[in-house]
């Protein structure tokens, strides 16, 4: 898994790309912990091609993060595979989540 992440201002985004999986996880999660203060944790999943329990635990942990700065959170770019997972979690009814934009044709 590769992560990126871009700061403008207090305006993080965080990319992933890959596998989120036990063995990936814990290097989120590191990232997110450097976020000492923010106004908004972005997710942006768009190249995320699967995510388990240990993801999405890691996910869980960004948005507690982010709600105790009293920042916005959201994922965005999620893909089906990834989106079956939040659903079948319920997260979709509790964190702002966005499908993959469908390409312009």
Do not use: C
């Amino acid at each position: 898994m590769t992560i990126t992440v871009e700061k403008n201002d207090l305006h993080f985004t965080i990319r992933t790309s890959g596998w989120l999986n036990t063995e990936a996880a814990p290097a989120l999660g590191a990232e997110i912990e450097k976020i000492v203060k923010a106004e908004s944790i972005v997710l942006d999943f768009k190249e995320l091609e699967y995510i388990s329990s240990s993801g999405i635990r890691q996910v869980v942990a960004a948005y507690k993060k982010a709600k105790a700065m009293d920042a916005e959170f959201s994922v965005i770019n999620v893909g089906d595979d990834v989106m079956e997972v939040f659903k079948l979690t319920n997260l979709d009814k509790k964190i702002h989540i966005l499908p993959l934009a469908e390409p312009v044709k």
